[in-house]
Every structure is written in structure tokens, then in C-alpha cells.
């Protein structure tokens, strides 16, 4: 052994620190056990951040990020992802000027919607949603869900949003650049209701944040806080939550 560590020249200090380290019993392994079973009795839908919080309502009390550092260690991932679905291809067609400008207060209904989409991974499957958010009061005006993000995923939402739009208005539009709302029908459909186009800067999250926000607020009140048996069950759920953050959650200005 003393050969193989002059050959590795590693100074023996190191060594013996690290045959000492070997020896000790680990201190954290009935954390380790905890975490592991409230990974499984929650079928992997729960984050370090919920795991913490679980430990904390049954007395014990631990940083977030050494939870974060013992799943790593176990090798548990939350099954539950959402991240921003970046859809900007490049110029695929016309890009609108920033004219919402972060101004996200509106004086009345309609005057200032946003949308945007996020995308899902639940059950080993990929869902995409494109939700329209009022700037007025927060409230989701109508959104569509779908497996894949293809054009017809925004051109319903529009449709369903239009068919809730008086006929006297003065919206504005705001969204990112993707290539969905880039495109000449998008933009047409936009123009034959009156309605003013606005894009964020190109890898600029800010400029849309309340709708960033929103997505934000959904993943920690609604989706690490529920079991789903499967995604069809996601949806009818998802669909009650966005009642409910509608109609009963505070909104804080």
C-alpha cells in the first residue's frame, strides 16, 4: 500500500486522513433513511424543498440545501419538473417591439394580457402550457394543454382568450419571442381584433415576470403539494387549482 501511494504521490498525510474519514460511521444515516421514505411515500413527486418541509412538520429540523445534497448523494430526483419551455427558433418571422416596457399595472379588465409557455415532465411524459394571465387582477383568462408545442397549442388559447374579448377594447399582447407568436397568422389574428403586439427581449425572463410568477406560484402551491395517479388526473386537477387561484387565492399587488 505504501508502495501504491509513493507511486500515486499522494502525500501521506492525505492518506491516512482519508483512511480515518473511511472508518467513521456516517452521520447523517438515519437522515438519509428519512428522506428516502418520504421520497417513496410520496412516489418521488416531492423536491428537496417539500422534502425539507415534511421533515420540519414531524420535528426534524434541516437545511434545504443538505437535503438537496443527500438526494443527490441517494440518487433521488423529484419526478415532477417544470421549466421554462424556451421556444425562440430564431427570426421565424416578425419580431414586436417591447411596448409593455416591465409596466405591469393595468387600469381595468383587458387592457393587458400576457402568456407564455412552460412545459411539464410528469410520469416520464412532456406537457406544454400556454396560459393567458390579465394584467388587471392576475387572473388566468383561459389556457390549453397539450403533449406537444406545436402552433395549434397558441392559436386555441387565442381563440378561446378572443372569444372573451368585448368588441370595444384597447389590449395589448405581451409575450417572449418564441416562434409560435412570431408567426404571420399569430400576428394577423392579432391585428383583425385590434389588439397591439408586444414581445420581450430576446432571453429576457424580466420583461415577462408576472408571468414567470405565475408559473413559479403554480409549481410550488400545486404540484409538489398533490399526488397524481396519472396525468389525465394532473389535468382535472390542474383545472381546480386554476378555479381556485382565480377565484379565492390573494392576489398581493
Excluded at 65 to 88: A, D, H, N, T
Excluded at 227 to 235: A, D, I, L, P, Y
Aim: hydrophobic share 35%; aromatic share 12%.
Amino acid at each position: 500500500m505504501k508502495a501504491l501511494v509513493t507511486f500515486a504521490q499522494i502525500p501521506r498525510s492525505s492518506y491516512y486522513d482519508l483512511l480515518k474519514k473511511m472508518s467513521r460511521p456516517d452521520p447523517d444515516i438515519n437522515l438519509k433513511v428519512e428522506i428516502k421514505a418520504v421520497y417513496d411515500e410520496h412516489e418521488g413527486r416531492y423536491g428537496y424543498r417539500r422534502i425539507r418541509d415534511e421533515l420540519a412538520n414531524c420535528g426534524q429540523k434541516v437545511n434545504h440545501k443538505k437535503v438537496q445534497r443527500i438526494m443527490k448523494e441517494l440518487g433521488l430526483k423529484c419526478v415532477v419538473r417544470m421549466k421554462k419551455y424556451k421556444s425562440y427558433k430564431g427570426s421565424v418571422g416578425k419580431i414586436a417591439p417591447n411596448i409593455l416596457d416591465r409596466n405591469f399595472i393595468a387600469e381595468a379588465p383587458n387592457k393587458k394580457w400576457v402568456t407564455d409557455i412552460t412545459e411539464f415532465k410528469l410520469f416520464g411524459e412532456k406537457l406544454y402550457l400556454s396560459p393567458v394571465l390579465d394584467l388587471f387582477n392576475g387572473e388566468i383568462i383561459t389556457y390549453t394543454i397539450g403533449s406537444r408545442p406545436t402552433y395549434s397549442l397558441v392559436s386555441e388559447m387565442l381563440e378561446n382568450a378572443l372569444e372573451l374579448l368585448p368588441e370595444e377594447h384597447q389590449l395589448l399582447m405581451h409575450s417572449d419571442q418564441g416562434w409560435h407568436y412570431q408567426m404571420e397568422k399569430y400576428r394577423k389574428r392579432l391585428q383583425l381584433r385590434g389588439i397591439v403586439q408586444s414581445m420581450s427581449r430576446k432571453g429576457n425572463c424580466y420583461d415577462n415576470s408576472v408571468m414567470e410568477n405565475f408559473f413559479g406560484i403554480m409549481k410550488s402551491e400545486f404540484l409538489y403539494l398533490n399526488q397524481f395517479e396519472c396525468v389525465e388526473h394532473f389535468k382535472k386537477e390542474l383545472e381546480k387549482y386554476i378555479i381556485y387561484y382565480n377565484t379565492k387565492r390573494m392576489k398581493l399587488n
